[in-house]
């Protein structure tokens, strides 16, 4: 019996009320079960559990993921270790325990000392920049970085580079320089497809090295086209919350400034930079951990935010400006109007992006506006959930004295009733005194993860993953809309087209799809905001929301098919095209 298998035995052994009800006190509320969230202060329940696919997601905390995921965050064990407690828990058989002991011995990779995979790393960012600028094979990449904005003097600067599709050069590299390819294995820059076939991971990518001080940590690589699927990816164990993006470039102007610009992705960054703005970095992501905000500390104690200006970009502002606010940053937010991010702002029209961080205002003006554009019956909520915390983080008491004067004076709330509301907050979360916490999270806020998700991975695979959790509904929609299948799932990369070809044997041997593999291919992310979407859904809406992001997939190749026969002037063909467009 091999791994695989012991985990679907432990799927289907198991009873998932009778497992999370060892841990947390449920209460069923409509077709789910809720309770108190352990990984967070919670006081109210927000963890919700679905018995049936044994999925959980905390609305407070925003962790999710399936049994496994909760052991191993329950009691910090790493995904092997949480097999052998659920197999214990389930009084599995010895052999069990030892043909998984015999896995984790076959899977366990060579570890490799740190400063040795670092100084590997620091090689290949290196052999990867010389690449993307000094070779012919580089120069689509190139030309991508250059439609960006990003010029040769920023590539330089932060080492960005380039990896072919065809690892034969790189191998006469290793050769060279008498690299031992296991080491690269080790790090994940190499991948071993059999005996003596390899290929490397960041193949056809944009290289970025991830700096922690001065030593480089891992690499992250962009596709350079949007159809290719995930669109980004990092070398193993890369733990991108740790440090921030071109803090090893950037910490001196932070410094003498007293003040960090912060952004969410690398292109972002670097579009600040362009402009003269050297004092940025980038969080990578939308919220920022503890550990990353005790590096800012060490330069600056004030901030201006700059994100993303759609919805979840707000969303991410509100969080961050609290949770800054909260660890005695003084912020500013800067908008940018007509454009999403710095990035397009900067290809388009880069005084408009300058204009914009100039023109940065105070992060209470910020909140108040937001807060008389809300509803009359959004403004409570509004008002509890940001305003209060906001101004309970405020230890300068002329300050505070004045911002609640202002507040009060806009809303027409009175100062006593206000102030009352600020006592109650301090005093029911503790958030002035515990400064401990370990990330954003502890502001009670959601954010469109299941968007996030699907934009970071793209719709196929992030569909693929969901169907391993809904086999029923990936059954069903083979039955009755076939084509939306076959037509979307034809040209996949390597990572979909396994997981793809997983279900179709699966339904082939009447059997379920195992989810292991999804942790295999380092998906927890996916699996988390599946937990997530399935927690506050009902199977009718589970099945439309699948049938709208096939919908999608397949608009999407249409829209592309009708741009090609217009270039080419086929008029007819584009007309054919535009009939077989769906209506979601």
Same mark, same amino acid.
């Given at each position: 019996?091999? !791994? ?42 927000? *963890? ?37 407690? *659920? ?16 896995? #984790?011995?076959?899977?366990?990779? @060579? ?7 670092y100084n590997l790393l620091k090689i290949f960012s290196e052999y990867y920049n010389k690449i993307l600028l000094k070779t012919k094979v580089g120069q689509k990449a190139l030309k991508y970085l250059e439609s960006r904005g990003i010029d040769k003097e920023i590539i330089e600067t932060f080492l960005i580079g380039y990896c072919p599709k065809n690892i034969e050069n790189t191998l006469i590299f290793i050769n060279k320089k008498k690299i031992d390819i296991k080491d690269l294995i080790s790090t994940g820059l190499i991948i071993e497809k059999g005996q003596e076939k390899y290929y490397e991971l960041m193949n056809s990518r944009i290289t970025f090295p991830i700096?922690?001080?001065?030593? /480089?940590?891992? /690499? ?12 980004? !990816? ?7 919350? &740790? &440090? ?47 550990? +990353? ?5 060490? $330069? ?8 993303? +200006? ?9 969080k961050l400006l609290l949770f800054l606010a909260l660890n005695n940053f003084s912020v500013e937010i800067a908008f940018l109007k007509d454009y999403k991010d710095p990035n397009e702002a900067l290809i388009n029209n880069p005084n408009k992006l300058k204009e914009s961080i100039e023109n940065s205002i105070d992060s209470f003006e910020f909140l108040i506006n937001l807060y008389k554009s809300k509803?009359?019956?959004?403004? +409570? ?8 915390? $906001? ?9 505070? #004295? ?12 009175? =100062?006593?009733?206000? %102030?009352?509301?600020? /006592?109650?907050?301090?005093?029911? &979360?503790? !958030? ?5 916490? @370990? ?23 992030? =569909? ?8 029923? =509904? ?42 292991? /593999? ?5 998906? #927890? ?10 927690? %506050? &859904?009902?199977?009718?809406?589970? $099945? ?9 997939? $397949?608009? @999407? ?6 741009? #090609? ?14 009939? %077989?467009?769906?209506?979601?």
């Open positions: 019996m091999d !791994l695989q298998e012991i985990i679907l035995k432990i799927k289907k052994s198991i009873n998932y009320l009778d497992f999370y009800s060892r841990f947390i006190k449920l209460k069923k509320i409509g077709s789910t079960h809720m309770g108190i969230c352990p990984f967070h202060m919670d006081s109210n329940p927000s *963890l919700s559990i679905d018995i049936n696919e044994g999925l959980w997601y905390c609305f407070g905390c925003n962790k999710g993921g399936d049994i496994f995921n909760f052991i191993m965050e329950h009691e910090d064990l790493n995904f092997i270790e949480s097999v052998k407690y *659920l197999a214990n828990y389930l009084n599995l058989e010895f052999e069990e325990f030892k043909e998984i002991n015999n896995q #984790e011995k076959e899977n366990k990779p @060579k570890l490799l000392p740190k400063e040795k995979s700096f922690k001080s001065n030593k /480089i940590i891992g /690499i992250s690589g962009r596709a350079i086209d949007n159809k290719t699927e995930p669109k980004y !990816l990092n070398t193993i164990g890369l733990q991108k919350n &740790t &440090t921030l993006y071109a803090l090893n470039i950037t910490k001196n102007y932070i410094k003498s400034e007293n003040k960090a610009i912060i952004t969410e992705g690398y292109f972002d960054a670097l579009a600040v930079y362009k402009i003269g703005f050297k004092n940025v970095v980038a969080i990578m992501g939308i919220s920022i951990s503890q550990e +990353q905000l005790n590096l800012l500390k060490k $330069y600056c104690n004030r901030v201006l935010l700059l994100l993303d +200006q759609d919805k979840t970009g707000t969303e991410a502002t509100l509803k009359i019956t959004d403004k +409570q909520n509004f008002l509890e959930n940001i305003i209060i915390p $906001y101004l309970s983080s405020i230890s300068n008491l002329v300050i505070f #004295e004045e911002y609640l004067k202002k507040f009060s004076n806009i809303s027409k709330i009175d =100062i006593p009733y206000l %102030k009352k509301l600020i /006592i109650n907050y301090t005093k029911n &979360t503790k !958030l002035i005194q515990n400064k401990t916490n @370990k990330d954003i999270n502890t502001v009670n806020l959601n954010i469109n993860l299941e968007k996030l998700i699907i934009k970071e991975y793209g719709e196929k695979l992030f =569909i693929l993953c969901f169907f391993f959790y809904n086999f029923d =509904i990936f059954i069903k929609i083979l039955k009755e809309q076939e084509f939306l299948i076959t037509e979307n799932f034809r040209n996949l990369n390597e990572i979909e087209q396994k997981l793809y070809e997983h279900l179709i044997t699966s339904k082939e041997n009447n059997s379920l799809p195992n989810t292991y /593999i999804l942790y295999e291919l380092n998906l #927890e992310e996916i699996i988390k905001a599946i937990a997530k979407i399935i927690s %506050k &859904t009902d199977k009718q809406k589970l $099945y439309e929301f699948s049938i709208n992001i096939l919908k999608n997939i $397949y608009n @999407k190749s249409i829209f592309e098919q009708i741009k #090609e026969a217009l270039k080419n002037n086929e008029l007819e063909k584009a007309k054919q095209l535009q009939n %077989k467009i769906l209506k979601n």
